[in-house]
């Protein structure tokens, strides 16, 4: 089902049982869309703005919501699970990332005024399945994900399952996130270790 707000402009869409609710300033140009399940929703509020990205939904129950301001471009947005979520918080801008979450009930989370380079991964899980060779016991299972408020994540770097960025904390170019970040906080390196601390970050 579609809200009586059409899609925008040259988009590619493939929606089956799931659901797009646009608002009416939000702006969707050049993007692929497809939602495969049950119960799955776009939400995009406000004036938030997606241009040349990938989204896809595989499974049931699942969400991806965009806050009021939020800006996406160059990205993809992928949901592979069943009541899983992705949300982006308000005038947030991602300029080309892959944000995935994948498993049971999954949570990945963008807090507000967060700005997001180029190349960046942010999974909640590790791409492929690891099991004990004896007892079969799954070793490395999805976890949630959670960024907070005004965080700046540099180009290149990735954020792997389990990891809370607390706010108005730095990531440096190029590092592989594997542990919490403390507010205010400097992580660089691979993978990323505490640079400094106590610090304050323009946009």
């Known amino acids: 089902m579609m809200s009586k707000f059409k899609l925008r402009l040259l988009n590619i869409v493939k929606n089956k049982e799931g ?6 300033q939000s702006y969707l140009v050049w993007n692929k869309i497809k939602l495969s399940g049950k119960k799955n929703r776009l939400h995009v509020k406000g004036n938030g ?19 009021d301001g939020a800006n996406i471009s160059f990205s993809n947005l992928e949901i592979v699970g069943n009541n899983c979520l992705i949300r982006i918080g308000r005038e ?14 999954t949570r990945l989370t963008i807090g507000e005024h967060c700005m997001f380079s180029r190349n960046i991964n942010v999974m909640t899980y590790d791409g492929h399945p690891i099991y004990d060779a004896d007892s ?41 996130v594997t542990k919490n970040v403390d507010k205010k906080t400097i992580v660089a390196g691979s993978p990323a ?4 601390q106590n610090i304050k970050w323009e946009h």
Do not use: M, Q
Request: glycine content about 8%; hydrophobic content about 45%.
């Open 19 to 24: 659901n797009i609710y646009l608002a009416p």
């Open 49 to 67: 703005k997606f241009r040349r990205c990938t989204i896809s939904v595989k499974g049931d129950n699942n969400l991806i919501e965009i806050e």
């Open 193 to 196: 270790k505490t640079i400094k």
């Open 136 to 176: 079969n016991e799954a070793l490395n299972s999805p976890s949630h994900i959670a960024i907070g408020n005004r965080v700046w994540v540099a180009a290149n770097a990735a954020i792997l399952k389990g990891v809370t960025i607390a706010d108005d904390s730095v990531v440096a170019f190029g590092s592989i």
């Open 92 to 105: 947030t801008d991602i300029g080309g990332a892959y944000l995935s979450a994948k498993g049971e009930a």
